[in-house]
């Protein structure tokens, strides 16, 4: 199973599922939205872009979003969602090899950048 990125709030924090509804039903890029018969996710959809996409899915705690993989189309994904909430976000890894403030990145160079001098693993993105 490959690695995977965590999108979180903070603790005792939660995502707004309206405004992720709102954020997925006005970007294109959001594909085949599923709101029924998930199980342990309240929404998700495919995220496109280019030639390249992921799997974003919300808990249904609205606690934490994944992305399948860690490919540009996910941290694309991660930046679009970042701006429509207010406050700190954390991004990591399912190995735990980084986690940093998405908030302070805006494209996806710097924040890949800032994943590799911030992970455990040097190996990891080679």
């Not at 735990?96 to 590799?116: G, Q, V």
């Not at 001098?117 to 190996?123: F, L, T, V």
Request: aromatic share 10%; proline share 2%; net charge negative.
């Amino acid at each position: 199973m490959g690695t995977s990125l965590l999108l979180s709030v903070g603790k005792g924090r939660t995502f707004s599922l309206d405004t992720l509804e709102q954020v997925f039903a006005s970007d294109g890029r959001f594909q085949n939205i599923r709101r029924e018969d998930l199980i342990g996710s309240a929404i998700e959809a495919d995220f496109v872009d280019v030639n390249d996409w992921t799997l974003v899915n919300v808990s249904d705690k609205l606690d934490v979003i994944s992305f399948s993989g860690t490919t540009d189309a996910s941290l694309s994904a991660a930046l679009i969602l970042q701006e429509c909430h207010k406050g700190p976000m954390r991004l990591f890894d399912t190995n735990y090899s980084f986690d940093i403030d998405i908030k302070n990145f805006s494209t996806i160079d710097a924040l890949r950048t800032a994943m590799i001098s911030e992970q455990k693993d040097p190996g990891f993105w080679d």
